[in-house]
């Protein structure tokens, strides 16, 4: 017996996230960007890798930001893309320290963990239930927080 008023998602249109999921991993893994070596080598300012990859992820958006808006490039659905400014506040540093603080001490930022974990680095799974648990108190307090 089914509830009639329940709503099924459909699996089988959402295979193409997983699918770009598992080529970003693979990416990630093959650019060594997952390497906890690698995470402390820039954190000790030993090697230029790191950077060179963040580097270039910055002026790959910057230039994609210049195009959509030269272009008036629109979303799939026809929408115009707009990039609100954004005002400054002390909240983005502390949340940048803490962000930087959690990276350099467990090698892993959220978007390779699921790599990290995908290629066998299981004690990874405790930086995920950290990130979890992070991200659930900051729902908590988010209301006190500057913004």
Same mark, same amino acid.
């Given at each position: 017996?089914?509830?009639?008023?329940?709503?099924?998602? &459909? !699996?089988?249109?959402?295979? #193409? !996230?997983?699918?770009?999921?598992?080529?970003?991993? =693979? +990416?990630? @893994? #093959?650019?060594?960007?997952?390497?906890? !070596?690698?995470?402390?080598?820039?954190?000790?300012?030993?090697?230029?890798?790191?950077?060179?990859?963040?580097?270039?992820?910055?002026?790959?958006?910057?230039?994609? +930001?210049?195009?959509?808006?030269? +272009?008036?490039?629109?979303?799939?659905?026809?929408?115009? @893309?707009?990039?609100?400014?954004?005002?400054?506040?002390?909240?983005?540093?502390?949340? *940048?320290?803490? !962000?930087?603080?959690?990276? &350099?001490?467990?090698? &892993?930022?959220?978007?390779?963990?699921?790599?990290?974990? *995908?290629?066998?680095?299981?004690?990874?799974?405790?930086?995920? +239930?950290? &990130?979890?648990?992070?991200?659930?108190?900051?729902?908590? =307090?988010?209301? #006190?927080?500057?913004?």
């Amino acid at each position: 017996m089914t509830n009639a008023g329940a709503t099924r998602v &459909a !699996f089988w249109p959402n295979v #193409k !996230f997983l699918l770009a999921g598992i080529f970003f991993g =693979i +990416l990630l @893994v #093959k650019a060594e960007v997952i390497s906890w !070596f690698r995470i402390q080598e820039m954190f000790r300012l030993q090697s230029f890798h790191m950077y060179g990859v963040i580097g270039s992820a910055v002026v790959t958006g910057m230039v994609s +930001l210049w195009l959509i808006r030269i +272009l008036k490039i629109r979303t799939l659905d026809g929408e115009e @893309v707009v990039v609100r400014p954004k005002k400054f506040t002390w909240g983005n540093v502390y949340g *940048g320290l803490l !962000f930087g603080l959690g990276w &350099a001490l467990t090698g &892993a930022c959220p978007g390779p963990l699921f790599a990290q974990i *995908g290629t066998g680095a299981v004690v990874v799974i405790v930086t995920l +239930l950290s &990130a979890i648990a992070g991200t659930w108190c900051y729902g908590l =307090i988010r209301d #006190k927080l500057p913004h």
